[in-house]
C-alpha cells in the first residue's frame, strides 16, 4: 500500500494560509473516516479562497469592498536588503558512514528521551549531555524529553550532519511568556482539558 | 475468460493504442507532458525487439552509433540495442563518439542535487540528494526514515520520478496479474466522471437514489410502462428524475469496476474497504492511482482517472516509463526545449496561425526551436529497443536489480541549436496574463466570477543574434486574494501581489526552506507521525523543508531588485521566488501568496539547465540557525531550521522580468489593507494594519529569525 496520508493538519492549514500541497506522513493516522474525506475535499478546491460561511451572521461591512483610495505602494519599496548569506560550519568528513549527535538539557535534572516509542536515553542532573552515534542520513530524531515537575518538550536532532542541540526545560508556570501559550491555552480551556 | 484470452486482449489493445500513435497512453489529458514534435530524421532506427527474434527480421539499417561488445569494467560500461540484441559498450568510447550517456541507475539525482566542491577542493555536501534518492526508490520517506516493508512513495507528481528498479518492479508483478479482465471498462467509460461524498453526505445521497428509484418503479408500474425511459417518454415529468436516476446507477456501476481496479492492480486491501463506499482505503488508493499515473486530480474520480483504469496495466507503466526516461534525457543533455516554446509566441490573430518559435542560423536561415526533450526522450527509447510494453518487460526480465546500480545508455541525442553555449544569454519572464484585482466577493457573500482568457506564464529565452529566441513557456502562478492571519488574530482577505518590473535571480537554492512567518497558526506547526513504533506529536517541517513539499518545492530562484548603491550594487529581496511546487493542482489557475509556481521537475529542470548555462560558483549549504519554541496544547515544541538549503550564485545574475499582463476588471490598483471577510462577525471594529515587508509575501523572506543556537548547529 501506499506511504501517503493526507496531512491531518492540512485542512486547518488550509483555511489559514492557504494550502499548498498534501503533506505527506508516512503512516497511516489514525483518524475518522470522515475526517479523511473532509481533508481530500479541502484539498480539491482553492480553500484559501473560501466563500464565507453560510451559518455565519451576514452584514454589510464599510471595509468589504475595496476603495480606490487604497493603491497600493510600489511593491519595491517594501523590500529589504538581501541577508548576507553564512556557509555551514564544515564538517571534518562529510562522508563518513556515522554521525554524533548531542543533546544536553538544562537546567541540569533527571529525564528521560523518548523516540518515539522507544526510549533513548535516561539523563541523570551529573551528565544533562546524551551523545548518539547514527548512521549518516537515516533520518533525523524527533524526541520527546520528560522530566518532572517540567513541560514535555519535543525537539529534533538531525543525523545529515554532526548535530548539537541544547535544550532548556520550561516549568508550566514558566510557559506563560511562550509563543502561542494564550491561543492554545484558550483552546484547552475551551476542551475542559486540564493540562 | 481464459489467461490466454485475456492476455491476447491486453496484447491487442496495447498494439491499438500503439497504432495510435500512443499518445492515449503517454499524454492524455491532464498531464504535464507539452506537445511532442516527431522524431528527427537523425535518431536511431528502432531495431526489431528480441521478443519477436521468431519472425522473420527486418532488414537492418545501417547503424552507425552501434559501438562494438565491450568488456569494460562496471564503471566504463554502458549499453545499447543494437539489431534487438542488447550489448555492452565501452562508455569511454561512446563518449569519444559524439553519443551522450544516460544514466539509468537507482543513484540517479537531478544535477541540482550533486555535492559541490569548495575553492579549496573541500566537499560541501548538498544533503537533499541522499533524500531524493531514497524517495525514488521507495526506500526512505521524506525525512529520509525508511520506509516500511511494501510501503510506495508516488511522487512524481511531486518532482520525483521513480527510480528505474522501482518500475521493473512495478512491470514485473504487473505483468503477473492476472485480474485486469475481471474489470468491464465498458462500464467504467460508461460516465464521464463518479461524483463522490464526504461520509455523511454519502450516506444521504444513497438514500435519496433508493427512495427515487422506488419512487420511478411505482410509477412505471402505475403507468404500466416497460422501462423507465418508457416513463419518462410517456410521462415528461418524471424525464429529470429518470435521467438522474440513470446516471447515478451507471456511475454505481462503473464505481464497482473503479473498486475491482484497485485492488487488481494492489493499491487497495479489499479487506479494509467497504464495497460501495467512497471511504478512506478508497480515497487513499485513488490518490495513489492518480499520482502513480500522473493524473491530475486529488482523489476525485474523474474521467482522466476512469481512462487511465481502463488501460492495461502495462500501458499505464510503460507511459510511466517513458516519462522517467524523458527526465533523465533532458538532465542528460543539459537541455530544456521541450516543445512548449510555442506558447510564448504571439497569438494566432486574422486567422493566421500562431507563429513558430524559431532561431537564426550563422547562414542567416530560420529554424524552428526543436522539441529536445522530446526528441532526445525518443532516441533513448529506440536505443534501448523499447517500443512496446513487452520490450520494457524484456528489458527489466533481462536485468536484475543490481544491474541499475550502474546501467546506463549509450545515445545519439539530436545536435544542439547554435545558440547553445556555456555562457547563454537567458532572461526570464513572468508574464501575469490577466488581472484582477476586485474583490470576488459582493457584498452579500456571494463570487463574483474572474474569468481570465490568458493564464499566467513562465518564458525562458535566450538573446541570440539580436532575437529573443523562446526556449519554453510553461503556466505559473501569480498572486491573488488570500486569507491571512491578521495580528489581532482574526481571518482577513489580503491582495498579495506579483511584483511587477525587473528583478534579477542571483541566487538558486536546491532544496530551499521556507521560513513559516511569525503570524502562521502553532495548530499548522504540530502534526502526529509514525516515529519508531508511536505516533507522538511531532513539529510539522513537511512546509518549511527541505523537501518536496516544502512551500518553496525542490528549488527557488531568488527575485531581488538590483540598485545602485554607492560604487557597489545592493540587492532588495521582496519575497518573491520562483520555485517548485507539490500543489501541482494550483498550476492550472489558482493563485500564490505572489510567488512564482512551477511543477517541481520543470522547476528541477529548469535550474539544473541555467546552471550549467551560466557561470554559477556554488555556495553550498547555507547555515540559517532558525529556532522557534513554542507551546501548543500543554507541551513545549521547539523548531529547529539549521540550513537555509544549497545556495548557488549566478555571476551576473540572469534577468527575469515580470510583466503587468492585462488588468482587468475595475480596480487598476492592488488593495494593500485588509479586507473583512463578508458574512463574518469581527469583534474588533478597527482593521488592522497589514504588514508590508517581505515576511508577508510567499516566502516569508527568507530572512532568519536567528535563534540562541547562534548560526551554526
Not at chain 2, 139 to 150: S, V
Not at chain 2, 265 to 281: C, I, N, R, S, T
Not at chain 2, 649 to 668: C, F, Y
Amino acid at each position: 500500500m501506499s506511504a501517503r496520508v493526507l496531512c491531518p493538519t492540512c485542512l486547518v492549514l488550509t483555511l489559514a494560509v492557504g494550502c499548498r500541497g498534501p503533506s505527506v506522513d508516512h503512516r497511516p493516522t489514525p483518524t475518522a473516516d470522515t475526517a479523511s474525506t473532509d481533508r481530500v475535499a479541502a484539498l480539491s478546491r482553492d480553500s484559501s479562497l473560501h466563500a464565507p460561511a453560510s451559518s455565519a451572521p451576514k452584514r454589510e461591512s464599510a471595509d468589504t469592498m475595496p476603495k480606490a483610495a487604497r493603491a497600493a505602494a510600489p511593491a519595491s519599496e517594501s523590500a529589504k536588503a538581501e541577508d548576507d548569506l553564512q556557509s555551514e560550519e564544515r564538517e571534518a568528513n562529510p562522508l563518513s558512514e556515522m554521525v554524533t549527535l548531542t543533546l544536553s538539557i538544562s537546567p541540569p535534572v533527571k529525564a528521560v528521551v523518548m523516540w518515539g516509542s522507544k526510549q533513548l536515553a535516561r539523563i541523570a542532573p551529573d551528565n544533562p549531555t546524551v551523545e548518539l552515534q547514527r548512521p549518516r542520513s537515516s533520518g533525523p530524531l524527533d524526541l520527546d524529553i520528560r522530566a518532572e515537575g517540567f513541560l514535555p518538550h519535543h525537539t529534533r536532532l538531525y543525523s545529515d550532519r554532526n548535530d548539537k542541540v541544547n535544550v532548556r526545560l520550561v516549568r508550566p508556570a514558566e510557559a506563560t511568556g511562550l509563543l502561542g501559550y494564550r491561543s492554545s491555552g484558550a483552546a484547552a480551556a475551551v476542551k475542559g482539558k486540564t493540562k | 475468460m481464459g489467461v490466454l484470452t485475456r492476455r491476447s486482449v491486453v496484447v491487442l489493445a496495447l498494439l491499438l493504442s500503439l497504432l495510435a500513435g500512443s499518445p492515449a497512453a503517454c499524454r492524455r489529458g491532464g498531464t504535464r507532458s507539452p506537445v511532442r514534435v516527431p522524431a528527427p530524421a537523425s535518431a536511431p532506427a528502432t531495431p526489431a525487439p528480441a521478443a519477436r527474434a521468431e519472425t522473420p527480421a527486418p532488414p537492418s539499417k545501417p547503424d552507425p552509433d552501434a559501438l562494438p561488445e565491450a568488456a569494460s569494467p562496471a564503471e566504463r560500461r554502458a549499453i545499447q540495442v543494437v539489431a534487438g540484441q542488447e550489448r555492452v559498450v565501452d562508455a569511454e568510447q561512446a563518449v569519444k563518439r559524439g553519443l551522450t550517456l544516460v544514466d539509468l541507475s537507482d543513484g540517479w539525482a537531478p544535477y541540482i542535487f550533486q555535492d559541490g566542491k569548495a575553492a579549496d577542493g573541500a566537499i560541501l555536501p548538498n544533503r537533499y540528494r541522499a533524500v531524493f534518492v531514497g524517495l525514488a526508490n521507495d526506500r526512505t520517506d521524506g525525512d529520509g526514515q525508511a520506509l516500511p516493508p511494501g510501503e510506495r512513495n508516488y511522487l512524481e507528481l511531486y518532482g520525483i520520478p521513480p527510480s528505474l528498479s522501482v518500475l521493473r518492479a512495478r512491470f514485473l508483478a504487473d505483468a503477473a496479474r492476472t485480474c485486469e479482465a475481471g474489470v468491464d471498462n465498458a462500464r467504467l467509460l460508461a460516465v464521464d466522471s463518479i461524483e463522490t461524498f464526504g461520509h455523511t453526505t454519502e450516506k444521504k445521497e444513497a438514500t435519496k437514489h433508493r427512495q427515487r428509484g422506488l419512487r420511478l418503479e411505482a410509477a412505471r408500474a402505475k403507468a404500466g410502462a416497460a422501462t423507465l425511459e418508457a416513463l419518462a417518454a410517456a410521462d415528461p415529468r418524471y424525464a429529470g428524475e429518470v435521467k438522474t436516476h440513470q446516471r447515478v446507477e451507471a456511475e454505481r456501476a462503473a464505481f464497482a469496476e473503479v473498486e475491482k481496479r484497485l485492488v487488481c492492480e494492489g493499491l487497495m486491501d479489499a479487506a479494509k474497504h467497504k464495497p460501495g463506499v467512497y471511504d478512506a482505503p478508497m480515497r487513499s488508493a485513488v490518490l495513489d492511482f492518480q499520482q502513480k499515473n500522473d493524473v491530475f486530480a486529488q482523489a476525485d474520480l474523474t474521467r482522466a482517472t476512469l481512462e487511465a483504469m481502463a488501460r492495461p496495466l502495462l500501458a499505464n507503466d510503460f507511459a510511466t516509463l517513458r516519462r522517467v526516461l524523458a527526465e533523465r534525457a533532458a538532465h542528460a543533455g543539459n537541455f530544456v526545449e521541450d516543445g512548449s516554446a510555442i506558447g510564448a509566441m504571439p497569438p494566432a490573430k486574422h486567422g493566421r496561425p500562431r507563429a513558430l518559435p524559431s532561431y537564426r542560423t550563422a547562414d542567416g536561415k530560420v529554424v524552428t526551436v526543436p522539441d529536445l526533450v522530446g526528441q532526445a526522450t525518443d532516441a533513448l527509447m529506440a536505443r534501448l529497443g523499447l517500443s512496446s510494453p513487452e520490450e520494457a518487460l524484456a528489458l527489466f526480465r533481462r536485468h536484475p536489480e543490481s544491474d541499475f546500480l550502474w546501467l546506463r545508455a549509450a545515445v545519439r541525442f539530436p545536435d544542439l541549436p547554435e545558440y547553445y553555449g556555456p555562457k547563454m544569454d537567458l532572461v526570464a519572464e513572468i508574464d501575469r496574463g490577466d488581472v484582477w484585482y476586485d474583490f470576488p466577493f459582493d457584498s452579500k457573500g456571494n463570487r463574483v466570477p474572474q474569468p481570465r482568457n490568458r493564464f499566467p506564464t513562465f518564458n525562458l529565452y535566450v538573446r541570440w543574434r539580436g532575437d529573443k529566441v523562446p526556449l519554453v513557456s510553461w503556466r505559473t502562478t501569480i498572486g491573488g486574494w488570500r486569507s491571512e492571519l491578521a495580528s489581532d488574530g482574526e481571518e482577513y482577505y489580503r491582495y498579495k501581489e506579483s511584483d511587477v518590473g525587473k528583478r534579477v535571480w542571483r541566487h538558486i537554492v536546491s532544496a530551499p526552506v521556507w521560513l513559516p512567518p511569525p503570524s502562521s497558526p502553532l495548530a499548522s506547526m504540530v502534526k502526529t507521525k509514525w516515529v519508531a513504533g508511536g505516533y507522538p506529536r511531532v513539529v510539522n517541517y513537511d512546509e518549511t523543508g527541505p523537501g518536496f513539499l516544502s512551500a518553496y518545492g525542490l528549488v527557488a530562484g531568488i527575485h531581488v531588485q538590483a540598485k545602485q548603491r554607492g560604487e557597489g550594487v545592493a540587492y532588495f529581496d521582496n519575497g518573491i521566488r520562483t520555485h517548485g511546487s507539490s500543489d501541482y493542482l494550483s498550476l492550472r489557475g489558482r493563485f500564490s501568496h505572489g510567488c512564482h509556481r512551477l511543477y517541481n521537475n520543470l522547476a528541477v529542470r529548469l535550474f539544473s539547465f541555467v546552471l550549467k548555462h551560466r557561470r554559477a560558483k556554488v555556495l553550498g549549504p547555507m547555515a540559517l540557525g532558525f529556532r522557534r519554541t513554542f507551546y501548543w496544547d500543554g507541551e513545549v515544541f521547539e523548531m529547529r531550521l539549521p540550513t537555509r538549503g544549497f545556495y548557488y550564485e549566478l555571476d551576473p545574475p540572469l534577468p527575469v522580468e515580470t510583466l503587468k499582463g492585462k488588468i482587468v476588471g475595475h480596480a487598476q490598483q492592488p488593495m494593500t489593507d485588509y479586507v473583512r471577510k463578508p458574512g463574518v462577525t469581527y469583534a474588533n471594529s478597527n482593521l488592522p494594519s497589514a504588514p508590508t515587508g517581505p515576511e508577508s509575501k510567499a516566502g516569508g523572506g527568507g530572512r532568519a529569525e536567528p535563534g540562541p543556537e547562534g548560526k551554526a548547529p
